[in-house]
T-cell receptor
């Protein structure tokens, strides 16, 4: 989706390192979401933010942190406390329309070296 | 809390044939929305079809249609005239109705069904 940019597309982490995944949007939407996708697990919500300077934990927040200093940006940090970080990470923005509730970015694949 | 169950981890179908993917959900809400998303090998999430719970008529989008059974809490997706480009993961998703809109449109996803269309 042209309005949401996730970077990088592929990311590698060494054991014990923190890494930050970027999610930027130019659609001026308030709500942003981070999901984790594992094989056979579907999409699970990590964190979400409904407004600048505010965010809430999702279902699997342990080992992750976020910030929302600007409306356009919602970066996700995978900390060394996350013991199994290898996964595909999707960022989404919330729309104003219930019939198309979220637009998704193209994702970041995180792997452990 | 809502749960969404997709009981078929994998399915396959021959090109031009019809296939039905199953989805059941559990909720105490009366007003809600249901969605089917497609995730092709490119990993992009694409909205395929949506259904409002208050509508009795089943949604249809070209070759895609749903069978929505509210009492049974069932929401299956039928793909007619399957094409090779339909090969993808398909996710069923639930969203409860909220009054305030966009910021509260949280989705609950099933675990997905991998559909392979064979030539």
């Amino acid at each position: 989706d042209g309005g949401i940019t996730q970077s990088p597309k592929y990311l590698f982490r060494k054991e014990g390192q923190n890494v930050t995944l970027s999610c930027e949007q130019n659609l001026n939407h308030d709500a942003m979401y981070w999901y984790r996708q594992d094989p056979g697990q579907g999409l699970r919500l990590i964190y979400y933010s409904q407004i600048v300077n505010d965010f809430q934990k999702g279902d699997i927040a342990e080992g992750y942190s976020v910030s929302r200093e600007k409306k356009e940006s919602f970066p996700l940090t995978v900390t060394s406390a996350q013991k199994n970080p290898t996964a595909f990470y999707l960022c989404a923005i919330g729309t104003e329309y219930s019939n198309q509730p979220q637009h998704f970015g193209d994702g970041t694949r995180l792997s452990i070296l | 809390a809502q749960t969404v169950t997709q009981s078929q981890p994998e399915m396959s179908v021959q090109e031009a044939e019809t296939v039905t993917l199953s989805c059941t959900y559990d909720t105490s809400e009366n007003n809600y929305y249901l969605f089917w998303y497609k995730q092709p090998p490119s990993r992009q999430m694409i909205l395929v079809i949506r259904q409002e719970a208050y509508k009795q008529q089943n949604a249809t989008e070209n070759r895609f249609s749903v069978n929505f059974q509210k009492a049974a809490k069932s929401f299956s997706l039928k793909i007619s005239d399957s094409q090779l480009g339909d090969t993808a993961m398909y996710f069923c998703a639930f969203m409860k109705h909220v009054l305030s809109g966009g910021s509260n449109y949280k989705l609950t996803f099933g675990k997905g069904t991998l559909l392979t269309v064979n030539p």
